[in-house]
Protein backbone atom coordinates (compact mmCIF):
# COMPACT_ATOMS: atom_id res chain seq x y z
CA UNK A 1 0.00 0.00 0.00
CA UNK A 2 1.56 2.95 -1.11
CA UNK A 3 1.88 6.62 0.96
CA UNK A 4 -0.67 8.28 -1.48
CA UNK A 5 -3.09 5.44 -1.43
CA UNK A 6 -2.72 5.49 2.39
CA UNK A 7 -3.76 8.94 2.64
CA UNK A 8 -6.72 8.98 0.53
CA UNK A 9 -7.89 5.48 1.99
CA UNK A 10 -7.70 7.23 5.74
CA UNK A 11 -9.26 10.63 4.03
CA UNK A 12 -12.21 8.75 2.77
CA UNK A 13 -12.70 7.12 6.51
CA UNK A 14 -12.25 9.78 8.54
CA UNK A 15 -14.56 12.33 6.73
CA UNK A 16 -17.16 9.22 6.63
CA UNK A 17 -16.63 8.66 10.21
CA UNK A 18 -16.84 12.78 10.88
CA UNK A 19 -19.80 13.08 9.11
CA UNK A 20 -21.31 10.19 11.44
CA UNK A 21 -19.91 11.49 14.27
CA UNK A 22 -21.13 14.91 14.24
CA UNK A 23 -25.00 13.66 13.14
CA UNK A 24 -24.76 10.88 16.16
CA UNK A 25 -23.75 13.64 18.99
CA UNK A 26 -26.46 16.16 17.34
CA UNK A 27 -28.94 13.55 17.36
CA UNK A 28 -27.89 11.96 20.71
CA UNK A 29 -27.97 15.92 22.08
CA UNK A 30 -31.26 17.01 20.68
CA UNK A 31 -32.74 13.24 22.23
CA UNK A 32 -32.72 14.39 25.69
CA UNK A 33 -33.14 18.26 25.18
CA UNK A 34 -36.60 17.40 23.23
CA UNK A 35 -37.10 14.78 26.48
CA UNK A 36 -36.31 17.74 29.04
CA UNK A 37 -38.52 20.02 26.91
CA UNK A 38 -41.54 17.27 27.20
CA UNK A 39 -41.16 16.83 30.91
CA UNK A 40 -42.03 20.57 30.96
CA UNK A 41 -44.47 20.69 28.59
CA UNK A 42 -47.60 19.78 30.94
CA UNK A 43 -46.53 23.01 33.15
CA UNK A 44 -44.96 25.05 30.28
CA UNK A 45 -46.67 25.83 26.98
CA UNK A 46 -43.36 27.31 26.41
CA UNK A 47 -41.33 24.00 26.23
CA UNK A 48 -44.10 22.48 24.14
CA UNK A 49 -43.81 25.08 21.70
CA UNK A 50 -39.68 24.37 21.99
CA UNK A 51 -40.16 20.61 21.67
CA UNK A 52 -42.40 20.95 18.28
CA UNK A 53 -40.15 23.03 16.75
CA UNK A 54 -36.77 20.84 17.66
CA UNK A 55 -38.63 17.53 17.24
CA UNK A 56 -38.42 18.10 13.19
CA UNK A 57 -34.81 19.03 13.35
CA UNK A 58 -34.02 15.90 15.27
CA UNK A 59 -36.05 13.93 12.77
CA UNK A 60 -33.99 15.63 10.43
CA UNK A 61 -30.92 14.45 11.94
CA UNK A 62 -31.52 11.50 12.50
CA UNK A 63 -31.81 10.63 8.59
CA UNK A 64 -28.65 12.15 7.87
CA UNK A 65 -26.83 9.96 10.15
CA UNK A 66 -28.42 7.31 8.97
CA UNK A 67 -27.57 7.77 5.34
CA UNK A 68 -23.92 8.76 6.48
CA UNK A 69 -23.85 5.64 8.05
CA UNK A 70 -24.44 3.14 5.37
CA UNK A 71 -21.11 3.85 3.87
CA UNK A 72 -19.06 3.90 6.67
CA UNK A 73 -19.92 0.40 7.35
CA UNK A 74 -19.04 -0.60 3.10
CA UNK A 75 -15.74 1.11 3.90
CA UNK A 76 -14.64 -1.20 6.71
CA UNK A 77 -14.63 -3.78 3.95
CA UNK A 78 -13.45 -2.04 1.23
CA UNK A 79 -10.89 0.17 2.24
CA UNK A 80 -9.54 -1.93 5.77
CA UNK A 81 -10.31 -5.19 4.32
CA UNK A 82 -8.41 -7.06 7.13
CA UNK A 83 -9.88 -5.18 9.64
CA UNK A 84 -12.81 -7.55 10.14
CA UNK A 85 -10.12 -10.57 9.86
CA UNK A 86 -7.93 -9.07 12.48
CA UNK A 87 -10.77 -7.84 14.82
CA UNK A 88 -13.89 -9.57 13.65
CA UNK A 89 -14.95 -11.47 17.16
CA UNK A 90 -14.64 -7.95 18.55
CA UNK A 91 -15.92 -5.24 16.14
CA UNK A 92 -18.53 -7.45 14.47
CA UNK A 93 -20.77 -7.66 17.41
CA UNK A 94 -20.52 -4.40 18.81
CA UNK A 95 -21.49 -2.94 14.96
CA UNK A 96 -24.45 -5.75 14.59
CA UNK A 97 -25.49 -4.05 18.24
CA UNK A 98 -25.21 -0.61 16.98
CA UNK A 99 -27.17 -1.72 14.30
CA UNK A 100 -29.95 -3.79 15.64
CA UNK A 101 -30.06 -0.85 18.70
CA UNK A 102 -30.62 1.90 16.01
CA UNK A 103 -33.47 0.46 13.59
CA UNK A 104 -35.31 -1.75 16.24
CA UNK A 105 -35.16 -0.21 19.27
CA UNK A 106 -34.68 3.21 18.65
CA UNK A 107 -36.94 3.77 15.19
CA UNK A 108 -39.68 1.61 16.54
CA UNK A 109 -40.68 4.38 19.32
CA UNK A 110 -39.31 7.21 17.19
CA UNK A 111 -42.70 6.49 14.70
CA UNK A 112 -45.04 6.79 17.81
CA UNK A 113 -42.77 9.96 18.93
CA UNK A 114 -43.37 11.77 15.59
CA UNK A 115 -46.89 10.64 14.59
CA UNK A 116 -48.09 9.90 17.65
CA UNK A 117 -48.36 12.72 19.98
CA UNK A 118 -52.25 13.49 19.10
CA UNK A 119 -53.44 9.89 20.16
CA UNK A 120 -50.76 9.19 22.56
CA UNK A 121 -51.69 10.64 26.19
CA UNK A 122 -49.20 13.17 27.53
CA UNK A 123 -47.21 10.62 30.04
CA UNK A 124 -47.56 7.99 27.71
CA UNK A 125 -45.81 10.51 25.12
CA UNK A 126 -43.39 11.38 27.79
CA UNK A 127 -42.26 7.57 27.88
CA UNK A 128 -41.78 7.31 24.34
CA UNK A 129 -39.93 10.19 23.70
CA UNK A 130 -37.62 9.21 26.41
CA UNK A 131 -36.64 5.66 25.19
CA UNK A 132 -35.92 6.96 21.82
CA UNK A 133 -33.25 9.34 24.01
CA UNK A 134 -32.10 5.69 25.37
CA UNK A 135 -32.39 4.05 22.48
CA UNK A 136 -30.19 6.83 20.51
CA UNK A 137 -27.97 6.32 23.96
CA UNK A 138 -27.52 2.74 23.32
CA UNK A 139 -26.65 3.75 19.56
CA UNK A 140 -23.77 5.61 20.95
CA UNK A 141 -22.83 4.07 23.29
CA UNK A 142 -21.82 0.86 21.03
CA UNK A 143 -19.66 2.70 18.62
CA UNK A 144 -18.07 4.35 21.42
CA UNK A 145 -17.15 0.94 22.84
CA UNK A 146 -15.67 0.00 19.42
CA UNK A 147 -13.24 3.25 19.23
CA UNK A 148 -12.69 3.15 22.59
CA UNK A 149 -11.63 -0.67 22.68
CA UNK A 150 -9.15 0.44 19.20
CA UNK A 151 -7.55 3.04 21.69
CA UNK A 152 -7.02 0.62 24.52
CA UNK A 153 -7.86 -2.97 23.66
CA UNK A 154 -9.00 -4.15 27.21
CA UNK A 155 -11.16 -7.48 27.57
CA UNK A 156 -9.47 -8.89 23.96
CA UNK A 157 -6.23 -10.89 23.33
CA UNK A 158 -4.41 -11.55 20.24
CA UNK A 159 -3.99 -14.95 19.51
CA UNK A 160 -2.16 -16.00 16.28
CA UNK A 161 -2.93 -12.88 15.02
CA UNK A 162 -6.65 -12.43 16.25
CA UNK A 163 -8.55 -10.72 18.18
CA UNK A 164 -10.53 -13.08 20.54
CA UNK A 165 -12.93 -11.81 23.33
CA UNK A 166 -11.82 -12.66 26.34
CA UNK A 167 -14.19 -10.59 29.01
CA UNK A 168 -17.34 -8.96 27.69
CA UNK A 169 -17.91 -7.31 30.67
CA UNK A 170 -14.39 -5.69 30.58
CA UNK A 171 -14.65 -4.60 26.94
CA UNK A 172 -17.47 -3.45 27.51
CA UNK A 173 -17.23 -1.76 30.83
CA UNK A 174 -13.84 -0.96 31.13
CA UNK A 175 -10.85 1.14 29.46
CA UNK A 176 -11.89 4.34 28.01
CA UNK A 177 -15.39 3.43 26.89
CA UNK A 178 -17.54 5.29 29.92
CA UNK A 179 -15.13 8.11 29.34
CA UNK A 180 -15.55 7.88 25.34
CA UNK A 181 -19.28 7.94 25.85
CA UNK A 182 -19.30 10.78 28.11
CA UNK A 183 -17.60 12.96 25.78
CA UNK A 184 -19.85 12.23 23.07
CA UNK A 185 -22.70 12.70 25.01
CA UNK A 186 -21.17 16.08 26.12
CA UNK A 187 -20.63 17.03 22.87
CA UNK A 188 -23.96 16.42 21.53
CA UNK A 189 -25.41 18.31 24.13
CA UNK A 190 -23.00 21.18 23.30
CA UNK A 191 -24.07 21.22 19.10
CA UNK A 192 -27.40 20.80 20.39
CA UNK A 193 -27.78 23.99 22.51
CA UNK A 194 -25.45 26.49 20.16
CA UNK A 195 -27.65 25.42 17.57
CA UNK A 196 -30.67 26.51 19.17
CA UNK A 197 -28.99 29.49 20.33
CA UNK A 198 -27.83 30.22 16.59
CA UNK A 199 -31.13 29.44 15.34
CA UNK A 200 -33.26 31.48 18.12
CA UNK A 201 -31.43 34.12 16.63
CA UNK A 202 -31.97 33.52 13.19
CA UNK A 203 -35.72 33.14 13.23
CA UNK A 204 -35.68 36.79 15.57
CA UNK A 205 -34.75 38.39 12.39
CA UNK A 206 -37.45 37.01 10.23
CA UNK A 207 -40.41 37.72 12.92
CA UNK A 208 -41.12 38.14 16.19
CA UNK A 209 -39.89 35.63 18.97
CA UNK A 210 -42.33 33.58 21.02
CA UNK A 211 -42.71 31.61 24.32
CA UNK A 212 -40.47 28.76 22.97
CA UNK A 213 -37.65 30.90 21.90
CA UNK A 214 -37.58 32.69 24.87
CA UNK A 215 -37.55 29.19 26.53
CA UNK A 216 -34.41 27.95 24.32
CA UNK A 217 -32.55 31.02 24.62
CA UNK A 218 -32.25 31.26 28.55
CA UNK A 219 -31.72 27.48 29.33
CA UNK A 220 -29.25 27.36 25.77
CA UNK A 221 -26.52 29.15 27.43
CA UNK A 222 -26.71 27.26 30.44
CA UNK A 223 -26.69 24.44 28.91
CA UNK A 224 -23.38 25.27 26.91
CA UNK A 225 -21.19 25.88 29.97
CA UNK A 226 -22.56 22.67 31.56
CA UNK A 227 -21.67 20.86 28.31
CA UNK A 228 -18.26 22.55 28.29
CA UNK A 229 -17.20 21.93 31.68
CA UNK A 230 -18.36 18.15 31.37
CA UNK A 231 -16.47 17.89 28.16
CA UNK A 232 -13.32 19.46 29.63
CA UNK A 233 -13.41 17.26 32.97
CA UNK A 234 -13.97 13.67 30.86
CA UNK A 235 -11.17 14.69 28.22
CA UNK A 236 -8.87 15.18 31.44
CA UNK A 237 -10.29 11.81 32.57
CA UNK A 238 -9.73 10.41 29.53
CA UNK A 239 -5.92 12.02 28.70
CA UNK A 240 -4.77 10.42 32.18
CA UNK A 241 -6.17 7.05 30.83
CA UNK A 242 -4.67 6.81 27.33
CA UNK A 243 -1.57 8.90 27.10
CA UNK A 244 0.00 6.78 29.80
CA UNK A 245 -0.71 3.91 26.72
CA UNK A 246 0.32 6.04 23.87
CA UNK A 247 4.04 7.37 24.12
CA UNK A 248 3.50 8.40 21.06
CA UNK A 249 0.98 10.91 21.48
CA UNK A 250 2.71 12.25 24.69
CA UNK A 251 5.85 13.02 22.64
CA UNK A 252 3.42 14.59 20.11
CA UNK A 253 1.64 16.72 22.78
CA UNK A 254 4.05 18.12 24.53
CA UNK A 255 6.23 17.90 22.78
CA UNK A 256 9.36 15.76 23.51
CA UNK A 257 11.89 15.42 21.29
CA UNK A 258 14.18 13.16 23.27
CA UNK A 259 13.81 10.62 26.25
CA UNK A 260 14.31 11.23 28.80
CA UNK A 261 12.65 13.90 31.82
CA UNK A 262 9.46 15.06 30.33
CA UNK A 263 9.97 18.43 29.17
CA UNK A 264 7.26 21.69 29.82
CA UNK A 265 4.05 21.32 27.73
CA UNK A 266 4.23 24.27 25.79
CA UNK A 267 1.27 26.70 25.64
CA UNK A 268 1.47 27.25 21.69
CA UNK A 269 4.49 26.37 19.24
CA UNK A 270 4.66 25.29 15.52
CA UNK A 271 6.82 22.22 15.97
CA UNK A 272 9.66 21.79 13.03
CA UNK A 273 9.61 17.54 12.42
CA UNK A 274 12.70 17.83 9.86
CA UNK A 275 15.27 19.96 12.31
CA UNK A 276 13.80 18.54 15.82
CA UNK A 277 12.60 21.09 17.73
CA UNK A 278 10.17 23.84 17.87
CA UNK A 279 10.41 26.87 15.28
CA UNK A 280 8.99 29.09 17.65
CA UNK A 281 7.73 28.18 21.01
CA UNK A 282 5.31 30.16 23.94
CA UNK A 283 6.35 28.51 26.77
CA UNK A 284 3.88 27.57 29.64
CA UNK A 285 4.56 28.06 33.12
CA UNK A 286 7.60 26.01 35.18
CA UNK A 287 5.17 24.17 37.40
CA UNK A 288 2.10 23.61 36.23
CA UNK A 289 -0.79 22.40 38.62
CA UNK A 290 -1.18 18.71 39.50
CA UNK A 291 -4.60 18.40 37.29
CA UNK A 292 -2.98 19.20 33.85
CA UNK A 293 0.78 17.36 35.18
CA UNK A 294 1.64 14.57 32.17
CA UNK A 295 0.58 11.43 33.72
CA UNK A 296 3.74 9.50 33.42
CA UNK A 297 6.28 8.97 36.02
CA UNK A 298 10.16 8.75 35.43
CA UNK A 299 11.34 9.45 31.70
CA UNK A 300 9.32 9.82 28.65
CA UNK A 301 10.22 8.16 25.09
CA UNK A 302 11.15 11.13 22.72
CA UNK A 303 9.71 11.44 19.24
CA UNK A 304 13.45 10.66 18.19
CA UNK A 305 13.28 6.98 19.15
CA UNK A 306 9.54 6.69 17.92
CA UNK A 307 10.39 6.83 14.36
CA UNK A 308 7.51 4.28 12.54
CA UNK A 309 4.91 4.61 15.11
CA UNK A 310 4.24 7.92 16.06
CA UNK A 311 1.70 9.90 14.51
CA UNK A 312 1.23 12.80 12.34
CA UNK A 313 3.27 15.44 14.47
CA UNK A 314 1.59 18.83 13.42
CA UNK A 315 -1.84 17.58 13.21
CA UNK A 316 -1.56 15.57 16.57
CA UNK A 317 0.13 18.91 18.61
CA UNK A 318 -2.58 21.55 17.04
CA UNK A 319 -5.49 19.91 17.49
CA UNK A 320 -4.84 19.34 21.11
CA UNK A 321 -3.66 23.04 21.35
CA UNK A 322 -7.09 24.48 19.33
CA UNK A 323 -9.73 22.25 21.23
CA UNK A 324 -8.41 23.70 24.35
CA UNK A 325 -8.55 26.75 23.05
CA UNK A 326 -11.89 26.65 21.42
CA UNK A 327 -13.53 25.40 24.93
CA UNK A 328 -11.95 28.53 26.57
CA UNK A 329 -13.15 31.06 23.99
CA UNK A 330 -17.08 29.27 23.81
CA UNK A 331 -16.91 29.08 27.76
CA UNK A 332 -15.99 33.28 27.66
CA UNK A 333 -18.44 34.00 25.04
CA UNK A 334 -21.21 31.98 26.73
CA UNK A 335 -20.92 33.33 30.05
CA UNK A 336 -20.94 37.03 28.46
CA UNK A 337 -24.02 36.03 26.83
CA UNK A 338 -25.43 34.63 29.99
CA UNK A 339 -24.67 37.97 31.46
CA UNK A 340 -26.14 39.69 28.87
CA UNK A 341 -29.18 37.76 28.84
CA UNK A 342 -29.69 38.16 32.76
CA UNK A 343 -29.58 41.99 32.20
CA UNK A 344 -32.44 41.57 28.93
CA UNK A 345 -34.86 39.73 30.46
CA UNK A 346 -33.71 36.53 28.56
CA UNK A 347 -35.97 38.59 25.48
CA UNK A 348 -34.35 37.11 21.73
CA UNK A 349 -35.83 40.19 20.18
CA UNK A 350 -33.46 42.65 22.32
CA UNK A 351 -30.73 41.00 20.53
CA UNK A 352 -28.40 43.44 18.90
CA UNK A 353 -27.25 42.79 15.20
CA UNK A 354 -23.26 42.18 17.38
CA UNK A 355 -24.95 39.58 19.65
CA UNK A 356 -26.94 37.20 16.93
CA UNK A 357 -23.79 37.16 15.23
CA UNK A 358 -21.76 36.24 18.12
CA UNK A 359 -24.71 33.46 18.98
CA UNK A 360 -24.29 31.95 15.35
CA UNK A 361 -20.86 31.95 15.92
CA UNK A 362 -20.48 29.84 18.55
CA UNK A 363 -22.27 27.25 16.47
CA UNK A 364 -19.59 26.87 13.63
CA UNK A 365 -17.43 27.33 17.01
CA UNK A 366 -18.70 24.15 18.64
CA UNK A 367 -18.34 22.24 15.32
CA UNK A 368 -14.93 22.86 15.09
CA UNK A 369 -14.20 22.16 18.59
CA UNK A 370 -15.80 19.14 18.31
CA UNK A 371 -13.67 18.25 15.30
CA UNK A 372 -10.28 19.14 16.63
CA UNK A 373 -11.46 16.93 19.88
CA UNK A 374 -12.23 13.44 17.80
CA UNK A 375 -9.71 14.10 14.77
CA UNK A 376 -7.25 14.46 17.65
CA UNK A 377 -8.49 11.08 19.14
CA UNK A 378 -8.25 9.22 15.81
CA UNK A 379 -5.00 10.97 14.33
CA UNK A 380 -3.27 10.78 17.64
CA UNK A 381 -3.59 6.48 17.33
CA UNK A 382 -2.21 6.41 14.18
CA UNK A 383 -0.16 4.62 12.49
CA UNK A 384 -2.25 1.69 14.22
CA UNK A 385 -5.92 0.34 13.78
CA UNK A 386 -5.74 -1.15 17.02
CA UNK A 387 -3.21 0.65 19.37
CA UNK A 388 0.20 -0.94 19.45
CA UNK A 389 -0.42 -4.23 17.48
CA UNK A 390 -2.13 -3.77 13.96
CA UNK A 391 -1.12 -0.79 11.52
CA UNK A 392 -3.47 0.24 8.73
CA UNK A 393 -1.04 -0.50 6.36
CA UNK A 394 -1.35 -4.07 7.36
CA UNK A 395 -5.26 -4.16 7.03
CA UNK A 396 -5.52 -1.36 3.97
CA UNK A 397 -7.16 -1.75 0.46
CA UNK A 398 -5.22 -2.84 -3.14
CA UNK A 399 -7.41 -0.47 -4.78
CA UNK A 400 -5.38 2.24 -6.86
CA UNK A 401 -4.79 5.50 -6.67
CA UNK A 402 -7.16 6.60 -9.18
CA UNK A 403 -10.00 4.71 -7.60
CA UNK A 404 -9.20 6.38 -4.19
CA UNK A 405 -9.27 9.68 -5.88
CA UNK A 406 -12.32 9.42 -7.67
CA UNK A 407 -14.38 8.03 -4.73
CA UNK A 408 -13.06 10.65 -2.50
CA UNK A 409 -14.06 13.37 -5.02
CA UNK A 410 -17.52 11.71 -5.24
CA UNK A 411 -17.47 11.43 -1.54
CA UNK A 412 -17.39 15.56 -1.11
CA UNK A 413 -19.65 15.95 -3.52
CA UNK A 414 -22.45 14.10 -1.87
CA UNK A 415 -21.20 14.79 1.98
CA UNK A 416 -21.87 18.53 0.73
CA UNK A 417 -25.25 17.97 -0.67
CA UNK A 418 -26.22 16.51 2.37
CA UNK A 419 -24.91 19.53 3.85
CA UNK A 420 -26.03 22.35 1.83
CA UNK A 421 -29.55 20.41 2.03
CA UNK A 422 -29.76 19.96 5.71
CA UNK A 423 -28.72 23.89 6.11
CA UNK A 424 -31.45 24.74 3.44
CA UNK A 425 -33.97 22.61 5.60
CA UNK A 426 -33.30 24.20 8.46
CA UNK A 427 -33.48 27.67 7.21
CA UNK A 428 -36.79 26.69 5.94
CA UNK A 429 -38.26 25.48 9.22
CA UNK A 430 -36.72 28.30 10.93
CA UNK A 431 -38.53 30.98 8.71
CA UNK A 432 -42.16 29.35 8.32
CA UNK A 433 -41.83 27.44 11.76
CA UNK A 434 -44.58 24.64 12.24
CA UNK A 435 -47.78 24.36 10.84
CA UNK A 436 -50.36 24.25 13.42
CA UNK A 437 -52.38 20.82 13.47
CA UNK A 438 -55.83 20.10 15.09
CA UNK A 439 -55.66 19.95 18.78
CA UNK A 440 -57.15 17.09 19.90
CA UNK A 441 -58.29 16.66 24.06
CA UNK A 442 -56.39 19.41 24.66
CA UNK A 443 -52.94 18.26 23.12
CA UNK A 444 -51.00 20.17 19.95
Known amino acids: MTQTAWVLSLSQFYLSLGFVLFFLALELGLAWVLFGFRLLAG ?5 LLAYRFWARVFALSLILGFAASLPLLLQLGTLWPGFMDRAGEVAGPLVGMAVLTAFIFKSCFLGAMLYG ?13 GMVAVGTSLTAW ?51 ATLMLAVTAWRTEVRPSDAGDRSVYAWGLRLVLLALVLQAVLAAVLARELLPLQPARVAAVVPQWTSGAPEHLSLAAW ?39 RPPLLATYLSARLAVL ?3 VLAAMAAWALWRGRRLGHEPDSLSRAGRIGLRTMAWLAVILQAAGWGHLLIGNLPYAIQGTVSLREI ?12 LVLQ ?10 FHQLLRYATRYGVVPVARHRGRA
Do not use: K, N
Not at 117 to 129: E, M
Open 412 to 421: LVVYGALAVG
Open 43 to 47: RSQAA
Open 117 to 129: QRTLSDRAHTLVV
Open 271 to 309: PDESRGREAWRLAGPSDWPEWVRLPAEGPLRGLSDLSGI
Open 142 to 192: WIAVLLAWLQWPAGAVLSEGRYQVADWLELLGGGVAPALFGMLLCGGLLLA
Open 396 to 407: GTSASEGALWAV
Open 326 to 328: LTG
